[in-house]
């Protein structure tokens, strides 16, 4: 008997002295972003916060995979609509609503050249001979420039002129114009209708150049060739960027050409979309003839402004060329018949 009781308090002390077990703490899990919005064909990496670490993998799904997709967290857009991205692990979840949706552009400016006259408060009338490619045209102060019908008419001749700067006898003449001061922009959509010039010598063009060289001269501060036409390949159009790294000084600019018929004397529509934070914050250029996307580049990954010096101001420029290193020989027959780049109007977006 006694020896019972003395098992029996050992047993109780024993008891007594052992500390409550602590509670398991609850997991749980949660997501650097709960709501996103993104535009088709962009990829976003979702990051989930398990507490406490847990080995167990996070699972991750997509309710409409054809809206956007999602592995190990990486999301990818597809087309418009709304889906339900969810991250498990341990029997928890959370999730992250996306949105998938194209950006409505808001026009912002656009010159239709209805009147009789230029719009100086638009436009610079560029002034004096060729134009750095060796072309052979002399741009005079507005002669060779006309509005007629709601276009514009860029006009080239075959006559003489000779610089009043320099004394040197030009024999032709033509016309350049830009926005530089006046209309310049940083990403958007801009776009022209445009009818070319045929013939062998003309080099019609719709380009940008970077309102100041805050990186320094050509090509280090950049220049975007939304659309350049040479008469000797009567269905080409060019797109083309230079920069400081790749350029045409040394034979490495980035560009791309499409063939198209009807290019030379019928209107067309040449269109750049300048994209910000394109693909997992890189910048793009997408390049369009009539609303067919003819040319894509995006900013390269790790560019710094030596290769995409694209996020300043640029101003556009509209010019019909002669001859020169692309232009190439000129026909002179050519000028038996009107010589124009004419253009029917252009507009700038950004944006909503």
Not at 98 to 126: A, K
Not at 173 to 186: E, H, M, Q, Y
Not at 235 to 253: E, L, V
Request: proline share 4%; aromatic share 12%; hydrophobic share 35%.
């Amino acid at each position: 008997m006694t020896r019972n009781f003395f098992l029996i308090l050992i047993t109780a002390i024993f008891w007594g002295c052992t500390p409550e077990q602590e509670p398991r703490m609850q997991t749980t899990i949660t997501l650097n972003d709960t709501v996103l919005t993104m535009k088709p064909e962009r990829t976003y990496t979702l990051k989930a916060i398990v507490t406490p670490p847990s080995d167990s993998v996070v699972v991750w799904t997509s309710s409409d995979e054809s809206v956007a997709t999602v592995f190990m967290g990486i999301v990818t857009s597809k087309k418009e609509g709304v889906t339900i991205i969810t991250a498990s692990v341990d029997g928890i979840s959370v999730v992250c609503k996306v949105t998938v949706r194209i950006p409505q552009y808001q026009l912002i400016w656009e010159d239709n050249f209805d009147g009789n006259v230029l719009s100086t408060e638009y436009w610079t009338n560029e002034k004096g001979g060729g134009g750095g490619n060796g072309e052979q045209q002399y741009y005079t102060d507005g002669t060779n420039i006309s509005l007629e019908d709601g276009q514009l008419i860029l006009k080239a001749k075959k006559e003489d002129y000779t610089s009043s700067i320099t004394g040197i006898i030009y024999n032709y003449t033509s016309a350049r114009i830009n926005t530089k001061n006046k209309i310049k922009f940083t990403y958007g959509k801009i776009e022209a209708r445009i009818s070319l010039p045929s013939g062998n010598g003309t080099w019609p063009a719709f380009w940008l150049m970077p309102n100041d060289d805050v990186y320094g001269g050509w090509p280090r501060s950049g220049e975007i060739d939304i659309m350049e036409h040479v008469g000797s390949d009567p269905k080409m159009i060019s797109h083309a960027y230079h920069t400081k790294n790749n350029n045409t000084n040394t034979g490495t600019n980035w560009s791309m050409r499409t063939s198209k018929d009807g290019v030379e004397g019928n209107f067309h529509t040449y269109t750049l979309e300048w994209e910000n934070d394109y693909l997992n914050g890189r910048d793009a250029f997408v390049f369009y003839v009539d609303s067919v996307q003819t040319g894509f580049k995006v900013e390269p990954e790790n560019a710094t402004w030596e290769d995409w010096p694209f996020d300043k101001n640029f101003y556009i420029i509209l010019n019909l060329a002669l001859g020169g290193s692309w232009g190439g020989t000129i026909d002179d027959d050519i000028f038996d018949d009107s010589v124009e780049m004419r253009i029917d109007w252009i507009k700038f977006y950004q944006r909503e």
